[in-house]
C-alpha cells in the first residue's frame, strides 16, 4: 500500500456541489498539508495541519476547508465548487525534521 | 516570505545531452532546498535535498545539485539525459521560520529527443 492515499482518483462534480477530497497516510508524520496544482503555476498551498488540533490557511484557503480526523487522516472539501477549482490536488505529508515531504498520488478534479 | 523561480517552463534536450535546470530562491534564513520529480500521472517523488554539509548534493537516477548561497541558486543536473528522465521537475525552499512549509517554483518539463 502507498504511504499517502488519496481518495478519488479522479472526480467529475457540478458547479455548486459539495464535495470532499480525502488523504490518509502510514507514514506516521504529525504534519499533512493540500495543496493544487496548476500548469505554470506550480503547486500552491491551500491548508496545513502540524498536528490533530492545529489548523492553517495557506496561501489560497478561499472555497476551501479542511479537517483532521485523526493523525494519520486530513480531508479537503470545496463547499460550493466552481469552475476555477479545477485542477490537480496533492495531499502531502512531512516529519517535524524537515526532511521534505511525501505526496500521495493526487486527484484530478474536474468542475463543470 | 520565500519564493522560488525556474527559469524556462520547458527544456528539450537529446538523449545523452546534458541536463540543466535552473532555480533560483529567495529565504530570510539559511534554506532547505529540495528538488522533486513528477511524472505523468504520478505524485511528486524526491530527487534530492540539500540541508546542511557539502554543497554539492547527488540524488537519484543520476541527477546532483549544487547549492550556492552568493547566487542564490540551485541548479540540477544530469550529464547525459535518458528517455526516462522526461519529467516534469519542481524546485523547493523550506520555510524554516515557519515549520519548514514548502515553496514550490512553477516547475520547468524536460523533453527528450531521440
Redesign the interface.
Known amino acids: 500500500d502507498a504511504d499517502?492515499t488519496q481518495t478519488p482518483r479522479n472526480r467529475i462534480t457540478k458547479t455548486g456541489k459539495r464535495i470532499m477530497l480525502e488523504c490518509s497516510q502510514t507514514k506516521g508524520h504529525d504534519?499533512m498539508?493540500w495543496?493544487r496544482q496548476d500548469p505554470?503555476?506550480?503547486?500552491?498551498?491551500i491548508y496545513?495541519s502540524?498536528d490533530v488540533k492545529d489548523i492553517n490557511k495557506?496561501e489560497i484557503s478561499d472555497g476551501y476547508s479542511v479537517s483532521r480526523q485523526a493523525q494519520a487522516k486530513f480531508s479537503l472539501s470545496l463547499e460550493s465548487a466552481i469552475p476555477n477549482q479545477t485542477a490537480l490536488y496533492?495531499c502531502?505529508t512531512?516529519a517535524?525534521?524537515?526532511?521534505?515531504?511525501t505526496?500521495?498520488?493526487?486527484t484530478r478534479l474536474t468542475v463543470v | 516570505a520565500q519564493s522560488v523561480t525556474q527559469l524556462g517552463s520547458h527544456v528539450s534536450v537529446s538523449e545523452g545531452a546534458l541536463v540543466l535546470l535552473r532555480c533560483n530562491y529567495s529565504s530570510s534564513v539559511p534554506p532547505y532546498l529540495f528538488w522533486y520529480v513528477q511524472y505523468p500521472n504520478q505524485g511528486l517523488q524526491l530527487l534530492l535535498k540539500y540541508t546542511t554539509g557539502a554543497t554539492l548534493v547527488k540524488g537519484i537516477n543520476g541527477f546532483e545539485a549544487e547549492f550556492k548561497k552568493s547566487e542564490t541558486s540551485f541548479h540540477l543536473t544530469k550529464p547525459s539525459a535518458h528517455m526516462s528522465d522526461a519529467a516534469e521537475y519542481f524546485c523547493a525552499v523550506s520555510d524554516r521560520a515557519a515549520g519548514n512549509k514548502l515553496t514550490f517554483g512553477g516547475g520547468t518539463r524536460v523533453l527528450v529527443k531521440p
Request: proline share 0%.
Open positions: 499517502v504534519r498539508y495543496y505554470g503555476l506550480g503547486l500552491r498551498l496545513y502540524f495557506g496533492f502531502a512531512s517535524r525534521t524537515g526532511g521534505g515531504y505526496f500521495g498520488s493526487g
